[in-house]
């Protein structure tokens, strides 16, 4: 998705017209067989189309760039707002993250833990960077703010931390926790390298909830994968390769778009191989409206006909909003359309797609 000028420059997201065209099963142990990361704050992240602009624009106007403030989980109740809304809609609850503050982010993994999520939640923390006296490779916030790998994997920490220890005792509820990217900007050295980092920051997550016991929580990466964004796919291929230089087994979820469709932008090879052509890839498309669904329908299509092996969908992603009429597809829509889509192929499980996660900005 995903994926933006929070504040100001959000207003100005409808006037991008020629922007391109408009999840999960939740595992114990990543493996293989299992079904199934924004960028810099700029506008044309977010203008996919004019009804996308439109949406995000008339969402995100309320939206400020304000001072991380200490916050207490049971009395934190903008922590709570994505978690209920996501529930209500049937999807598991994701987010734009503006801040890497451990207080903050235990606080919405409490906030989740409370409501016994279950699924893929994906942490967007933002375009990769890259910035030599701040700690190397990492990314830019949607606050516009840098924050280090290190930062980061704190903050997925504290966030599984808060998650496990306000889940109800005897719950059986699970998450496959995410740590994600995008394809977008991309400003460093090496994206392969970036890559081959948040894998191994990945790792370490998974290392640290299986020394801590924190048994109801699976460490995985994410990418907000968007031709538009990287029309070469250069960079694109860079992570994905760098990511799987080591058989460490944790899967990496592509929640992006097709933008227009294989061959509008990139190749079916190119498109399939961040759909699961590369071994650890798992797709989790956005599907906000009927024309991205039948691109990927396509795209399923297009890839068991010329490998001879589907795509490997995990689920989807939405973005709706009950409050906001013009958000999206709703989780049972957005899957009726998908299901439609891949009819034409019988050679994908409709079972790929009975998790959704829903992705919005968190509260400041």
Known sequence: MRNVVFGCALLGVTALS?????????FGTPSPASGAVVAKPKR????KSHARAA??????????????????PHRDRARVHAVVGARRIGASPSLYEK???????????????????????????????????????GTVTFANRFAPNRSITWAMKSYAHGYSKCLPRRSKA????????????????????????????????????????????????ADDVEPAWDRGFARTYGFFRGYAHA??????????????GV?????LRQAYYVAGGMHEARAVPEIYNRAMAQEWGELARLSYARYGTPIKLAGLMTQHWTSCSRCGFTAPRARHELARALAKTSHISARTLASVTNIEVAAP
């Open 44 to 47: 044309s992240r977010i203008a």
């Open 263 to 267: 061959g509008a932008i990139w190749k």
């Open 174 to 221: 699970h998450i496959t926790l995410a740590r994600g990217t995008s394809n977008y900007g991309a400003d460093t050295p090496s994206t392969y390298t970036a890559g081959r980092l948040w894998a191994g920051a990945t790792v370490a997550v998974a290392n640290y909830l299986r020394r801590h016991h924190l048994d109801h929580v699976t460490s995985a990466a």
């Open 18 to 26: 020629s922007a391109a065209t408009a999840a999960v099963i939740s």
């Open 247 to 260: 058989d460490h087994g944790y899967l990496l979820y592509n929640y992006g778009s097709l933008d227009g």
């Open 55 to 72: 949406t995000f624009a008339s969402l995100h106007v309320h939206v400020h760039v304000s001072r991380v403030r200490r916050v207490e």
């Open 99 to 137: 801040t890497t503050a451990i207080t903050i982010l235990r606080a919405q993994g409490c906030a989740a833990g409370k409501a016994q999520t279950s699924g893929l939640v994906v942490l967007d923390f933002g375009e990769l960077s890259f910035r030599s006296d701040r700690g190397g490779y």
